[in-house]
C-alpha cells in the first residue's frame, strides 16, 4: 500500500513539475516580448550559458521567479501573464512541499 502512494506521489509531483515549467516558460515568453529589460542579467557565470536559450541561464530564472512573486505581473499588458504568474506562485511551493514529503517518506521507509 506504501509502495501505490508513493508511486502516486512521483506521478503527482512529476505532473506539479511539467506544468510550472510550462507556465514559467509562458510567462518568460510574455516578459521578453513586452518588457525585455526586466530580464537584464548577467554576471560573471552566465559565460557558462552560452549554449543554452536564455531561459536556462539561473540568472534570468532567478529574475523571473522575483519577478513573478512581485506585483510588477500587473504592468504587463497581456491578461495571461497573470495567470501564469499565478500558476507558478501555487505550483512552486506545493511542488517543494510534495518533493520533501516524497523524501521523507522513502527515507523513512528505506531498509
Keep these: 500500500m506504501l509502495e ?30 513586452e518588457k525585455p529589460e526586466w530580464l537584464e542579467a548577467q554576471s560573471s557565470l552566465s559565460i557558462f550559458c552560452t549554449g543554452l536559450p536564455r531561459y536556462g541561464d539561473p540568472n534570468v530564472q532567478v529574475k523571473l521567479i522575483k ?6 505581473i500587473e504592468e504587463l499588458s497581456s491578461p495571461m501573464a497573470v495567470t501564469y504568474a499565478k500558476r ?7 511542488g517543494v512541499l510534495l518533493f520533501v514529503m516524497y523524501l521523507l517518506v522513502v527515507l523513512i521507509t528505506a531498509p
Design 88 to 94: 507558478v506562485r501555487v505550483l512552486l511551493p506545493v
Design 4 to 33: 501505490l502512494i508513493i508511486q502516486f506521489w512521483a506521478v503527482v509531483f512529476s505532473c506539479i513539475v511539467l506544468l510550472h515549467i510550462y507556465s514559467a516558460v509562458r510567462f518568460f515568453r510574455i516578459v521578453e516580448k
Design 67 to 72: 519577478i513573478i512573486y512581485s506585483s510588477k
